[in-house]
């Protein structure tokens, strides 16, 4: 009979206890429901530098040489070295020809070549074209590093290489790693990472 007596204590406890807590639920949503809750993805922040001795080559780039610069050109010293501009692209002399090549970060430019890009990356508005960034100083145009997260509309024809690391594909240009992104505008580059040696 002491048995049957605290079994029926137990159930309207129990029954009780459900009872306040789906009202206590129902209380607090009923008193947050503006809270709009916001899923973060995660990324991993640390994964942003690369080692090329981990890359396997799926395509090799091609590289873009000439024998007589492109008429028009302007020399461009920086750091004691010639660079040859033309149209927004950058030649070097190697070997007595001249191959298409990324500038150095730090060289400037007066304008910025025609058909380039403006993309702003946080608040901070840069400028792209043909794997090259800008940021403006005062009245000039200075190369840069891209951002990780940058999201670009092309890359280069010449000088980019496929690459896998780790089975994943990348794209690699200047030493920088990207990945194909589809968004609503169409399929974008984004920048991923930096291979180091």
């Excluded at 049957?4 to 029954?15: C, D, E, G, K, S």
Aim: hydrophobic share 35%.
């Amino acid at each position: 009979m002491k048995a049957f007596i605290l079994t029926i204590v137990f159930f309207f406890v129990a029954i009780f206890n459900q009872d306040f807590l789906a009202q206590k639920n129902h209380h607090h949503k009923k008193h947050n429901s503006h809270v709009k809750i916001v899923k973060v993805k995660h990324t991993n922040h640390h994964k942003h530098n690369y080692y090329r001795k981990n890359c396997v080559i799926v395509r090799h780039r091609k590289m873009n040489t000439c024998a007589i610069l492109p008429t028009g050109h302007a020399v461009i010293v920086f750091k004691g070295n010639n660079h040859y501009y033309h149209n927004g692209f950058y030649y070097r002399n190697v070997n007595n020809s001249f191959h298409l090549l990324p500038p150095p970060f730090g060289l400037r430019i007066a304008v910025l070549p025609f058909g380039h890009t403006k993309i702003v990356f946080g608040t901070r508005p840069h400028y792209y074209y043909k794997g090259v960034y800008y940021r403006q100083i005062d009245n000039e145009f200075e190369v840069v590093e891209p951002e990780i997260g940058t999201l670009v509309p092309e890359l280069p024809e010449d000088n980019v290489e496929e690459v896998t690391i780790d089975g994943e594909n990348y794209y690699e240009y200047d030493n920088y790693l990207y990945k194909t992104k589809v968004t609503t505008e169409g399929v974008k580059y984004e920048v991923v990472g930096k291979l180091e040696e």
